[in-house]
């Protein structure tokens, strides 16, 4: 073996190597941990160091997952005792949950913590672009010191149109960053200085607002939300309120997130608004929302205790005696998991006035709930799990309990659950499964009530030969008992012990047979269920599956259905077996032919299906008849459903399909159908389709009343269409149709419609058009509907379109007026301005509209022709927009900042000038 082939070999065992000591020792569990994994890399290496134990993962594409998140570097060093990862040189950290990537020198990750920092760390996400000296990454911020931050960096261009330099950053993902000592720059050039700089990085409606406006009710009203931070972990924002008319005129609130703010502690939201209530009334409504949520490290336990509070409270937007005005609803549970068992406690409340009316079931009140799990127990064929709840409860009264609905709509009690669940399994002997179960939920009330569920079954599997089965089941169900509460209680009492046997036998080749029977010991005869019987037929040309039930005690045949089908499609093709010439061993065999079937019609394919029911008699006859073509596709199929019990035929259908083969280029015609006609009721339906070379049909359909009502004024409905395939470059459509009168012979009121659509590279034009024809009912030829529209564009830059629509509706009889609209949009210019080969910077659009209406043919007032023109200059980062409508003399301009769609910054109109971030809206 050559040196290179060795060092090969050495490489791949090594790989080899790290992937099983990557599960073995960094797929870590405990309380706090994370999942870290390789991916790929070269060489893995373990050391002790000062009494602590590393993992030296290195290669030329070290690449690690620690959860979701992905971890490139050259070298990393893991410290299993201090739980960090150290990434060696240029390395990144992509953070899946926030969607930001990390890229800096000696990156150091804090498994336990969650955090990362480095030095010269080039933070990136979807709008942000951030570049420190120092970073800080732990849940929830990133912390960076001598930054550099801008939203242009993306777009391409240099220097970047704004951007900000701070001595220390905080970054909330998804919420906002908070800048100290922050220097605006233009072009990288300083401008402006600014000790305190917040941008927001949420939705609109969670930024810094401030509206005032005046109404007729409230008067003068002012509504500001003002962003803050406090330290490094809790960030919210303050809200005032103020109506000039209302008693008290002032409201205030705060919603805040904090993390980490206690130890324990990981989380803190808080939302909460005291508003005054309307005018009218006095005092102040308030909307509470606090939550809460935690973890406690605990000796011996799995992972941390964790727990979670919400408090909520909803006032504001209440009438004076809704019942749920000053209700605060109160949560908090906590959870722990210990080697051999699992704890939770729930505690579920209402402070404020008492309910009276029935608590819904997901409302029940739990003063509170214990709930303890001790892990199930395996003990060879054996195993046992048990569940205990206990806890006093208010909840709704289960209208079955008189002493609970004594108590009024809702009752308080305690309660304790016991539930367990016990199995064995075993195999007696040779192909034999014995397996033994005991299901028990008991329930005790405080109330001296109680409830049992019992299930206990046993069942008993042979099999032979194969695919041969027969089975024994027995059960004894039992429930018994009336809880007080609605939501745990029972549909009513259960004794049962059935007794099932099965069989599934495949007693020959291609048929198969199965009895299935269960019989209730507690249960008279005439209430026990039925035997049923099922056989299974698969050998060509007869394919057939039938089912029926039998009353052992009755000795009754209760139902009976079959499906059977007699096809063979290849019983013309001959298999033949060459001769075989005699040898020492084996004497000599001629050549011999086989067919799949005896099926004499290779392309006819008949079916029946039916059956009896003994309390409805003979179920209804479906007879199908299907013939092939020497093409698959070519099929002419007949149905017909007799109704045995009437008797009378209930549906005669007929279903085809014929292509013509002999040039698939030149005479590519394919024409499929199909007619459907209940001979009781005189409804005749179908459809009929024409292909001309994949590109051009004609369709018709139709569902028609041989014989209609003598109230009816048509049969049904009929129409034609001949046209283009949809989905074509260029398709055009007409159709002719609508509803038809057989008795008189014509159509009622039928219409004429078309459609036309051209497409060319940057261009399209579609025109449809819709005409009311002469009819039995309908004397007028009328356009009802006619729309003209089309697009333009030239080069990259310049678009062009335009529309017309007009319609044409009538007045309910006896009037009969006419009324017309015509609505223009003539002309719609979209120009794009920028360096040639670079994307355009801004667009100029100018649009035209009008409108006109004849009512009875006179023509009203018409709208002016309105032309409005825009300007939005991209900058990629940041757009401003300005429209102008001239003849309603409407102006406005906007500016918008990534993740937002505009803000307005001022707008003119015949009535004033505003300014929509002081002025009423």
Not at 696 to 718: N, V
Request: with cysteine.
């Amino acid at each position: 073996m050559t040196r290179a082939a060795t060092r090969a070999a050495r490489r791949r065992g090594t790989r080899v190597r790290a992937a099983l000591l990557a599960l073995g020792l960094l797929a870590l569990g405990g309380a706090q941990a994370r999942t870290v994994k390789i991916v790929s890399a070269d060489t893995l290496e373990l050391r002790q160091v000062d009494g602590q134990e590393l993992v030296v993962i290195s290669g030329e594409n070290v690449e690690l997952r620690v959860d979701d998140d992905v971890v490139r570097a050259r070298r990393v060093e893991f410290n299993r005792t201090r739980r960090t990862l150290t990434l060696i040189g240029a390395a990144s950290y992509r953070s899946a949950k926030d969607g930001e990537d990390l890229r800096g020198e000696n990156l150091v990750v804090e498994l336990g913590k969650e955090q990362v920092s480095g030095e010269d760390v080039l933070i990136s996400d979807a709008r942000l672009e951030i570049r420190g000296q120092e970073v800080d990454r732990i849940p929830g911020q990133l912390r960076a010191t001598g930054g550099y931050f801008t939203t242009c960096a993306r777009c391409g261009r240099t220097p970047n149109d704004y951007a900000f330099r701070a001595e220390r950053l905080i970054v909330y993902p998804g919420d906002r960053l908070v800048a100290y000592n922050a220097q605006l720059l233009l072009a990288d050039i300083p401008v402006l200085f600014l000790p305190v700089l917040v941008l927001p990085l949420n939705d609109r409606d969670r930024q810094p607002r401030l509206e005032v406006g005046r109404d007729a009710v409230d008067g003068l009203t002012v509504l500001a939300d003002l962003p803050f931070s406090v330290g490094g972990n809790t960030l919210g924002t303050t809200r005032l309120r103020y109506y000039q008319n209302r008693t008290p005129s002032v409201g205030a609130g705060v919603t805040l997130r904090s993390y980490a703010p206690l130890p324990f502690v990981d989380r803190v939201d808080l939302d909460l608004l005291a508003e005054p209530r309307l005018v009218g009334q006095a005092g102040r409504d308030v909307n509470l929302d606090f939550g809460v949520k935690g973890r406690v490290p605990l000796a011996l336990a799995v992972r941390d205790l964790d727990y979670s509070l919400n408090v909520t409270r909803r006032d504001i937007g209440r009438g004076a005696t809704d019942p749920q005005r000053g209700l605060t609803d109160v949560q908090f549970r906590a959870s722990v998991e210990y080697p051999l068992f699992t704890a939770a406690l729930d505690y579920v409340d209402r402070f404020g006035p008492a309910p009276t009316t029935a608590l819904d079931s997901t409302k029940t009140l739990k003063r509170p709930e214990v709930t303890v799990d001790p892990k199930p127990y395996t003990n060879g064929p054996f195993s046992a799990d048990v569940k205990i709840t206990a806890g006093n409860y208010t909840g709704q009264s289960n209208p079955r309990s008189p002493s609970a609905t004594a108590q009024g709509v809702n009752i308080t009690t305690s309660r304790l659950e016991e539930q367990h669940s016990l199995a064995y399994t075993v195999k007696p002997w040779r192909d034999a499964d014995l397996s033994l179960s005991n299901t028990f939920t008991g329930r005790y009330y405080g109330t001296g009530a109680r409830t049992v569920q019992l299930d206990v079954t046993g069942t008993l599997t042979q099999r032979w030969a194969g695919s041969n089965t027969f089975s024994v089941t027995a059960k004894y169900l039992r429930t018994e008992g009336t809880s007080p509460f609605a939501f745990d209680a029972l549909s009513g009492r259960l004794l049962s012990a059935p007794v099932s046997l099965n069989l599934s036998t495949v007693p020959v080749r291609d048929v198969s047979f199965g009895v299935s029977y269960s019989r209730d010991l507690f249960l008279r005869g005439e209430q026990q269920g039925n035997a049923t019987f099922s056989l299974g037929v698969n050998r060509r040309p007869l394919s057939l599956t039938a089912s029926a039930q039998v009353n052992p005690d009755k000795r009754t045949l209760e139902d009976v259905t079959f499906n059977a089908t007699l096809a063979d499609p290849d019983s013309g093709k001959v298999t033949v077996t060459p001769a075989q010439p005699a040898t020492a061993t084996t004497p000599a065999r001629p050549a011999t032919t086989t067919r799949t079937s005896a099926w004499p019609a290779p392309n006819l394919s008949l079916s029946a299906s039916g059956g009896y029911a003994l309390a409805t008699g003979p179920k209804p006859l479906t007879v199908t008849a299907t013939v092939t073509g020497d093409v698959r596709s070519n099929l002419f199929s007949v149905a017909v459903t007799h109704n045995v019990r009437t008797p009378e035929i209930t549906s005669v259908a007929v279903r085809y399909n014929l292509t013509r083969t002999q040039d698939t280029v030149l005479n590519a015609l394919s024409v499929s159908g199909d007619e459907t006609l209940n001979p009781v009721t005189g409804q005749l339906s179908g459809s009929l389709t024409a292909l001309w070379r994949g590109q051009y049909q004609f369709r018709t359909s139709h569902s028609l009343l041989l014989q209609r009502p003598d109230t009816a004024t048509s049969s049904g409905t009929l129409d034609f269409s001949v046209g283009t395939v949809s989905g074509s470059r260029d398709s055009w459509t007409v159709k002719y149709g609508g509803a038809y009168d057989l008795r008189r012979g014509g159509f009622t009121a039928p219409q004429l419609s078309g459609e036309l659509t051209r497409t060319r590279s940057g261009q399209s034009l579609a025109v449809t058009a819709v005409m009311n024809t002469p009819g039995l009912d309908q004397k007028r030829t009328e356009l009802t509907r006619v729309q003209l529209s089309g697009a333009a564009q030239f080069g990259s830059r310049f678009w062009v379109s335009g529309s017309a629509l007009y319609t044409r509706t009538r007045a309910a009889l006896p009037n009969d007026i006419a009324t017309d609209t015509l609505q223009l949009s003539p002309l719609r210019v979209n120009l794009g301005l920028g360096r040639a080969g670079e994307r355009p910077g801004a667009y100029l659009t100018g649009t035209l509209t009008q409108s006109f209406t004849w009512v009875d043919g006179v023509r009203q007032t018409p709208g002016p022709l309105t032309p409005v023109f825009g300007l939005t200059i991209d900058r990629c980062c940041w757009a401003l927009q300005a429209e102008a409508d001239l003849v309603n003399r409407r102006y406005r301009i906007a500016v918008g900042l990534p993740g937002q769609t505009g803000y307005p910054l001022f707008e003119l109109t015949p009535g004033g000038a505003s300014v929509p971030l002081l002025s009423p809206p």
